[in-house]
């Protein structure tokens, strides 16, 4: 009984979530519904990070230049949901234990307005070696060009 009330009442690092490509509101996807469910939109902001053009789709890694990505904050609605909640976006995301997925997750300072948040983004685990940077951060921006 003991250790149940211990491991109920450790607080995950952070209760928030940045995302900047597919789990934005911007797209109609399953994952995007899903994200709705669990979470609530706080608000647009940013963290600092690059994101690259991989060809069909953008990445990000993140960086300690004043580069940032832009994105949404969102906060969990249910905190004792957390694991359960952030076991099925890791699945979405491939994110495995063993360290061979494409993504990872890992909490980073969030800037939304004039407030710094720490929350949790997935991250690209893989090489970015001569891809181009997508100055402006912003998915969206990437979209708009390839259609051009």
Known sequence: MHLYYFCYMQQPQSLYLFVYGSLRSGFSSSAYNYISKYFRLIGLAKTKGLLFD???YPVAKPTDNEKYLVGELYKINNPEAFDFV???LDDYEGVNENGESL???ATTEVLLEDKSIKAWVYWFN????NKTV???GNVFDYLAQKKK
């Open 103 to 105: 993504y990872y997750r």
């Open 54 to 56: 991989m060809g069909e």
């Open 86 to 88: 952030f076991a099925q």
């Open 134 to 136: 997508i100055e402006s």
């Open 126 to 129: 893989g090489k970015t070696t």
